[in-house]
């Protein structure tokens, strides 16, 4: 099925624009704002010299996330998120993403810290934010190479991650709020480069799906997630 037959004129498999801006804020050894059709992320990846307690004294580094969103970034004000709840459930997937795209292993008893801050949302806050997260991290990394801190760049895998839903039997790819709020099932999915499925996110919402859909929405997610991967190796020329 195709045509024009969403709220904002994309067909059902189509993404909205996506655009990054690197180094967005002058401090961050990484950041980056990802803007996602009017959803807008700013992220930000830092570089702190400790690492967890569990990992001191084994050479190992880490690779940990914070997502917040500001109180305007909605259409109506909301109260500031505490440090709990669905924020904590979001940003442990940014940072389990974040984990398995980079050889975190290879950066020493550091750590890189992501903040993920959602300045205007407009659906898919959580896919845009580890989209432009692994952009950040990948520019933090490039940091402490440069630096001459780390003598060799850790192994990766480029990610991205996509909102998808269901609606009237119809499968929609980077799902807006308007259409989030609407489907019958809501997907999240992220995947490598390679098309190896890091996470997936499923819930019946208004209605079940079947084993034929999910593996029709996984298609269409990889189709939207190596489009995003395309744009992410085209920004960071790799």
Known sequence: MSGKIRFDGRSFDELRKTTFERNFLKYPEGSVLITQGSTKVIVTASVLESVPRFLVDTGTGWITAEYSMLPRATQTRNQREPYRGRAVEIQRLIGRSLRAAFNYERLGERTIKVDCDVIQADGGTRCASITGAFIAVFDAINYLY?????????????LAAISLGIKDDQILLDLNYNEDSKVDVDFNLVMNEDSEIIELQGTAEGATFSK?????????GEKGILELIKIQKKELNI
Not at 146 to 158: A, D, G, S, T, W
Not at 212 to 220: G, N, P, Q, V, Y
Request: hydrophobic share 40%; charged share 25%; glycine share 0%.
């Open 212 to 220: 034929k859909k999910l593996a029709e929405i996984i298609e269409l």
């Open 146 to 158: 440069n630096q001459q801190l780390i003598y060799e760049f850790p192994n990766y895998k480029v």
